[in-house]
């Protein structure tokens, strides 16, 4: 039976009308909650994210936490200028770990582009409130992605200034008696030029708050920025100078006890056997605690806890992975990608027809890297509390409301039993993101055993041996150049426990690419390290087209040139990165250039490295300039450092780290075993932003991924000698 068109427009309409409504009432009603959560005398919240007190300071509420990334600046700036806000009386603060304060602007930047329509005006209303609704149902709170300025920045803290703002002013408006149309702001003031007579936003905030209904304001032209674009001292940097600032590993209670672990050494182990006595000897230590895969021993102090572990000799099982080796996982990669069906694929293009083609030249080449420590300088340190069936929790996590939901379920308990105190954090790069944060589970299970706060700690030789590390993978990468030296098809292969197509997205222009995913996992906790999948992504694709140019006889820089669209942003960088670079200039004897360059979070970038190779085989970076195109650069300082310590973090990575199993347990324990790049070891970076109308795209990340090539691409230039494998420490015989 047929419905005729005005009874489905009438009907439909009274659908989205009805879900509108319910959607909406949901969402006002988690805004109302926010601003009585953060409500003080005189003081108007504005969309959650903005109080604006009675002596004119200003507080922004941050979803996002800090791990040195400088964001929590960045979204001020951001919301300060759309705000017009006095810069001196800007202050910011984490936001609750509750479900009001959800990162309802990530979901929203996350989820447009997800959406395969856009989504008409009209039904903006809907749907905001929709991914509001899936944001607290998550719950959202995570600090990753490269997404604090890009996405909560841009629909988030601009979004609450301007609506602040336009609140202001119809308070001032109906205050005077006035059209809005002749107010004008500034500096925390709104101004009436005709009168001369100014408030201050303090004087308006009570009242503005009740008229800030906006829900779509008018934001800023780039042109009228006043904040964005500058470097302005980070609000994060005093504190960490003078030592007031507190992260996780300094929280301290009273009666508190500290305590620390050690687990099953192969991961999936169980503990089979204690005699606690040795550690209950041990002057400090109160109690000796048996979870089932590990041992936690209570104390005084840490250094109590920690004798007193070390005396300890538990007896753990394997959990049947003792057979298991970083050699074996690389060749059972090996013969997955050679013999089974791939889990996943994604391209365009006959790549099947143009490597049969008359003429081809076909080039392949297998790479491998390996499981990567995050390294952080601050292990985990969790404090928790159990009382009369309520829980606290006080650390450094990505994603406090997903923490807290978490410790509700490791308790037993109602989530709202639950509060998180989110601190700061010492480092993470993905560490301490939902999922694999386990020590979440094991000091709740400790606090449930004890009638005081305890501060779990542990060791470095415990963050080492169990880290959430980057993926061991392997690849086959296969390509074909036509007659005239032009890629004519491209396959990668690749090992992997997901799908990685969206990442280090493909830049070049060939006719026929596919990439084909061959799922593989072991048993360690596969984690998301800083730039997750794009940094191999990128050694592989950037060192084999390196590969492709030395075979079709052409200049590296001039080879990717012919490849990439005429116009494009990343030819822009790559020309501007060669020309800072000298590339093609004579360099002195026993040094090599290699360039590489690598979108991801919407970011592009290109480096230039070069390098040496010392006598006993160790690559020496003396030089490194970059070339970053983000569209809108809000600090560019603290942009400048996010490129640097990448920069820096990727050389490191690539020439010496290396997490490696034999008999199923992690073979390294410290930094003895497990170097880091030292100061004299560090490069001169020279990095340029390259003024852009793209979107905004992150920078905690992107400048990882071209490092590892651009450095494997020097060193073949350097020494004739081709790295396929991370780290270069471990081929460096065959460099020299």
């Known amino acids: 039976m047929g419905i005729k068109r005005r009874a489905f427009l009438v009907g439909g309409a009274a659908v989205v009308g009805g879900g509108l409504f319910a959607l909406r009432w949901a969402e006002n009603a988690a805004l109302r909650r926010a601003a009585a959560r953060e409500a003080r005398p005189d003081a108007g919240v504005f969309q959650t994210w903005i109080r604006i007190e009675a002596d004119n300071t200003v507080t922004i509420f941050s979803p996002h936490t800090d791990m040195g990334q400088g964001s929590l600046t960045g979204l001020a700036q951001m ?23 959800a990162n309802v602007p990530l979901a929203v930047g996350f989820g447009e582009g997800m959406l395969p329509v856009t989504v008409p005006s009209f039904l903006k209303g809907l749907e905001r409130s929709s991914f509001a609704m899936v944001a607290r149902h998550m719950p959202l709170q995570v600090t990753g992605g490269s997404s604090s300025l890009r996405m909560t920045g ?28 002749e107010l004008t702001t500034a500096h925390s003031l709104v101004i009436h030029a005709g009168s001369g007579r100014q408030l201050r936003y303090g004087e308006l905030a009570a009242e503005a ?20 674009g500058q470097s302005l001292h980070r609000l994060d940097v005093p504190p960490k100078v003078d030592g007031s600032a507190v992260y996780g590993i300094d929280i301290r209670l009273p009666n508190l006890r500290v305590a620390t672990i050690q687990a099953a050494p192969v991961r999936g182990g169980r503990l089979e056997h204690l005699d606690p006595a040795p550690a209950l000897a041990v002057p400090g230590v109160e ?6 895969n590990a041992v936690v021993v209570v104390a005084t102090g840490y250094w109590a806890a920690s004798r007193g572990l070390q005396s300890l000799s538990p007896r753990f099982s394997t959990g049947g992975h003792e057979g298991l080796s970083s050699a074996s996982i690389a060749a059972a990669q090996r013969l997955q990608m050679s013999t089974a069906k791939p889990t996943a694929h994604s391209g365009h293009g006959d790549v099947a027809r143009a490597f049969q083609a008359q003429g081809a030249r076909i080039v392949d080449a297998d790479f491998g890297v390996p499981f990567i420590h995050h390294a ?47 601190q700061l954090m010492g480092g993470s790069f993905g560490r301490r993101l939902p999922g694999y944060c386990e020590i979440i589970d094991q000091v709740v299970a400790v606090a449930k ?52 197509a969206s990442e280090a997205a493909f830049a070049y222009d060939v006719p026929a690419f596919v990439m084909r995913q061959h799922a593989m996992t072991t048993n360690q906790k596969d984690g998301a390290w800083r730039s997750v999948n794009s940094n191999q992504n990128a050694f592989y694709n950037e060192s084999f087209m390196d590969e492709l140019a030395h075979s079709a006889g052409v200049d590296p820089v001039e080879f990717r040139r012919r490849h990439l669209k005429p116009g494009s942003r990343h030819l822009a960088v790559l020309n501007d990165v060669a020309q800072r670079s000298g590339w093609g200039t004579p360099l002195s004897a026993g040094r090599g250039r290699g360039v590489a360059i690598v979108e991801s979070f919407e970011t592009i970038v290109a ?3 070069e390098a040496s190779v010392d006598a006993d085989g160790r690559p020496r970076v003396h030089a490194v300039w970059s070339t970053v195109d983000c569209g809108l650069l809000v600090n560019p300082d603290a942009g400048e450092a996010q490129v640097m310590g990448a920069i820096v973090m990727g050389v490191s990575a690539c020439i010496d780290e290396a997490i490696t199993l034999e008999h199923g347990a992690v073979m390294q324990s410290n930094f003895d075993d497990y170097p880091l ?26 400048g990882i991924p071209p490092t590892a090539p651009a450095l494997a691409n020097a060193i073949f230039a350097a020494t004739g000698q081709r790295i396929r494998q991370l780290p270069f420490r471990t081929q460096a015989k065959a460099l020299v």
């Not at 988030?156 to 059209?179: D, E, I, K, N, Y």
Request: net charge negative.
């Open 287 to 292: 109690r000796v605690l048996q979870l089932e």
């Open 376 to 422: 952080m300088m601050e292990p985990f340190a969790l404090t928790a509390h159990f009382q009369e069936g309520l829980l606290e929790l006080w650390g450094g996590v990505q994603d406090p409301l997903h923490s807290r939901k978490a410790a509700a379920d490791a308790a037993g308990i109602n989530v709202d039993a639950v509060t998180v105190y989110p």
């Open 449 to 500: 055993q004890c009638a005081y706060p305890v501060k779990l700690i542990w060791s470095r030789e415990e963050d080492v041996r169990h880290g959430a590390y980057r993926p061991q993978t392997s690849a086959h990468l296969k390509a074909a150049l036509d007659r005239e030296g032009r890629i004519s098809a491209w396959a990668m292969d690749y090992a992997l426990g997901e799908d990685a």
């Open 79 to 101: 919301a300060a200028d759309e705000l017009d806000a006095d810069w001196a009386t800007v202050r910011v603060e984490f936001a609750p770990a509750e479900d009001e304060f």
């Open 607 to 609: 480096h230039v490295i």
């Open 154 to 181: 841009q629909f988030g803290m601009r979004v609450a200034g301007a609506t602040a703002r336009a609140a202001l002013v119809a308070a001032a408006a109906h205050r005077w008696s006035v059209p809005a149309s």
């Open 677 to 702: 790049l030292r100061m004299p070891d560090a490069p001169a970076v020279h990095i340029r932003f390259l003024v852009s109308e793209a979107p905004m795209g992150g920078l905690g990340e992107p």
């Open 209 to 228: 708050a009740l008229r800030a209904s906006t829900v779509d304001p008018v934001l800023k032209k780039a042109t009228e920025y006043r904040l964005q």
